[in-house]
């Protein structure tokens, strides 16, 4: 067994303000890419929701960090699973605008147009994250 995937989900404190999105973002591709972390994270003002893949000493020193941050709280651990493979090629971080198109993409899942990351079961939660990393894609090709 070659890898770990971590999905967790949380809620954003009152420490979360707009300047956060940055640190984060800068925080985590350096550190990520460090340490052969890959996955994604979606959020809103709300919450997150996110997957870490990479070594299990890794996944498991970058949760441990995470966990501490006062910048999220109610942190679940939804699934942890053995992969030979990875999902994710980069690390990656996207805003979820509250769209039609995301509002569809999560009522296909979860039959709730709301981003509830804290109420997903394992299959759900790693089936949003792999269609999110799709639409980032297409937009980001679009843009090319
Ligand atoms: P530094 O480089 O010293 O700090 C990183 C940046 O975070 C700095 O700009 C610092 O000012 C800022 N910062 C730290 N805590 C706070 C705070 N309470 N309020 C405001 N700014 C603060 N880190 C990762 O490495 N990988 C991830 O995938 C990742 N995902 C995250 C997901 C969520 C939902 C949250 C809330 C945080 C995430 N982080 C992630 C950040 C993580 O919690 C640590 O802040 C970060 O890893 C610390 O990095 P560092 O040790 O290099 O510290």
Redesign the pocket.
Known sequence: MSFVRLIYA?RATV??QPS?IQ??L???R???SQNY?T?L?C?NQRG?L?C?EGKRFEVNR?FQ??L?????ENVEIISFQYSEKREFES?NMGYLQNNQIMRDLLMRHTGSAEFLPLTLIPEDAFAILKDIRAMMEEVAAEEA
């Open positions: 949380s420490e979360f956060s640190s984060i800068q925080a985590a350096k550190n990520n972390i996955g994270l959020f997150f996110q870490l970058t960090r995470i501490k941050d006062p910048r999220h690390w």
